[in-house]
């Protein structure tokens, strides 16, 4: 190939325009190819991407020319591409005239055998970075092979820049395509968890609760929520997220209790690719993730006291840096925790920070437990029951009186959670059916698993004689009869007789 300066300069714009044009991998690949082809003949084109965290090379696109299958596959070590290695490491081109005088590299072998007898390689530099390398090989080594070769090695700037504009434009979009689907992903869970029609309450104490939340709601103030476990504090956090001015975007909830030592700062901070072992791309922390809307630190009194430093300096002027990168990305979000301790007294016994807590604590929310409003449960009940079947396909049971008298007594450690399990359970086990007294005791005895409830929750001992005294009492004292509290219990006089004095239960009214 013979091309004067005039000539050239025209076929490299021509080049570029071909390759400025192209959206994908495959079609730049391929404009490249076609444009070379109108110049010169060769047997194959290939380009190679070499990614200098792992050491190793990849294709950019499918080969052309002679055996193309040969040379396709996944990465692998760039110490297995002899040519590629000796260009990107010597960032200068390769001509081989001969490759017959090179087959000592098993890669040339390889080529010799499929008809190929001459080869150029070129290294893509870009920003004083190598990219890759461009590799074209001949059957028949071409006339003037060294004025070609510079003539190649103008275009490789060209087509460096390229091949990085195209990698810098599929990595954004991998990275916007990766976002959508963690803000999806997001947005369903939150759809999931989250029904603003769904939190029942009549009582007092929850009314004032929520008057409290439509106040903190059009603030941007950090909140803590607390309360004990299964009172709804996840879902008051979301309640207030929505009904503030940042409900368009994400509400991004923190386990602080499942987040592994070694797996905070890439959580939360995100991480750079190649920050570590397995670090092969760019993951975005919940931090960022949560910018414009809400973080939300569930279980905060269960982060250890290293972590704590670390979630501290974060929250003062809201700038963090990835895992393994040194620029700092600062990241606007309102913060709510959740805690089912009691912090203050965690201060003082040097397990969680105060600077922290003050951080955390500027305005505060307190979730009644369900025993201190046991005027909602009738209404949970029945709308619990009515979601739940629906959600099981079942129809929902009915709870007698006493079922329901049981149900207000207990004091209830799991609180909201622990009755909507009740009547998932019951739904199961009893659908359509009508829920007596017997039936709830005993499915509230297995509950206990808080270490205070037992010395709190009457044993079934106790329940039975409270029920016995209450049949006695609705019955005026009569034990048998068509109104006594043998027959409002459903069992024999004499049974109801034998259960009395087992539990000392007497009664005044003669020819009981």
Known sequence: MHLNPATRYQVLLTINNALVNQTTRDSLFKALAGELGKIFEFDR???????????????????????????????RPLAQG???????RSREPLVIPDLRKHTYWPSVQAMVNAGLNATMAFPLITRGNVVGSMHLSFRTPPEHMEELAGFLNVLSGQLAIAVDNMLAHSQLTALNRRLQLQKDFLLKQSENIYDPES???????????????????????????????????DYVARYIHSLSPRQSSLFVKVNCPGLASTLFESELFGHAKGAFTGAHAKRVGRFEMAAGGTLFLDE????????????????QDRTFERVGDNQPI????????????????????????????????????????????????????DRLSTAESVSLNRPAPEFSAEAVEILLHYPWPGNVRELKNLVKRLIILHP???????????????EQTE??????????????????????ALAGGKVGGPCGAAKLLGIPRSTLQYRMKKHGVETAVAGA
Do not use: W
Request: hydrophobic share 40%; glycine share 6%; aromatic share 6%.
């Open 300 to 315: 905060i009194g269960d982060l250890p006291l290293p972590q704590q430093a670390k979630l501290l300096h974060v929250l």
């Open 199 to 233: 939190f029942f309450y009549v009582s007092t104490a929850m009314r004032s609760v929520m008057g409290q939340i439509q106040m903190i709601s059009e603030t941007d103030a950090s909140v803590l929520v607390t309360g004990e476990t299964g009172t709804g504090k």
């Open 82 to 88: 002899s040519i590629a290695k000796t260009v990107i």
């Open 432 to 446: 359509g059916k009508t829920i007596g007294a017997g039936i709830v005791e005993g499915m509230l005895q297995p």
């Open 330 to 381: 600062q990241a606007d979000f309102r913060v709510i925790a959740a805690t089912n301790k009691d912090l203050e007294q965690a201060i003082r016994d040097d397990e969680f920070r105060e600077d922290l807590f003050y951080r955390l604590n500027t305005l505060s929310l307190h979730i009644p437990p369900l025993r201190e409003r046991n005027d909602d449960i009738p209404l949970l009940l």
């Open 451 to 472: 270490e205070n409830s037992l010395c709190r929750f009457p044993s079934l001992a106790e329940m039975e004689k409270r029920h016995i005294e209450k049949a006695l």
């Open 45 to 75: 084109l290939s380009i190679n991407l070499y990614d200098e965290f792992q050491g190793s090379l990849s294709y950019f696109a499918t080969a052309e020319g002679i055996t193309p299958e040969a040379i396709e596959g996944d990465s």
